[in-house]
């Protein structure tokens, strides 16, 4: 059973930065999502086995870098000039390997318990 724990969540003024963190306790292809209150959880970003690819929604790209150091089975999103519309929870997921629809919510297999973004104005 593939363990997976976030950190790194915390209030912010808009134009800020956070970096999240997602500890797995095993290499696979990984995403981050999100979900505010009263809307569906949203694909944020995903990174490959190796780091070599990289994927990002529309609404995060140029602002939000994802990175994983795999000597430490941890993956990372790096949140710049963070606006009130990203407040949500932040959950990172996984799957074994990559898949055409990593954006979606299904086909990932492991999901952490999540971690709050406030992002204020």
């Known amino acids: 059973q593939l363990q997976l724990v976030e950190s790194g969540g915390a209030s912010v003024q808009a134009g800020g930065s956070l970096r999240l963190s997602c500890a797995a306790s095993?290499?696979?292809?990984m995403g981050w999502f999100r979900q505010a209150p009263g809307k569906d959880r949203e694909f944020v970003s995903a990174?490959?086995?190796?780091?070599?690819?990289?994927y990002y929604a529309d609404s995060v790209k140029g602002r939000f870098t994802i990175s994983r150091d795999n000597a430490k089975n941890t993956v990372y999103l790096q949140m710049n000039s963070l606006k009130p519309e990203d407040t949500a929870v932040y959950y990172c997921?996984?799957?074994?390997?990559?898949?055409?629809?990593?954006?979606?919510?299904?086909?990932?297999?492991?999901w952490g318990q999540g971690t709050q973004v406030t992002v204020s104005s």
């Open positions: 997921a996984a799957r074994k390997y990559y898949s055409v629809n990593y954006y979606s919510v299904g086909a990932y297999d492991y």
């Open positions: 095993g290499l696979t292809f």
């Open positions: 990174i490959s086995r190796t780091g070599g690819s990289t």
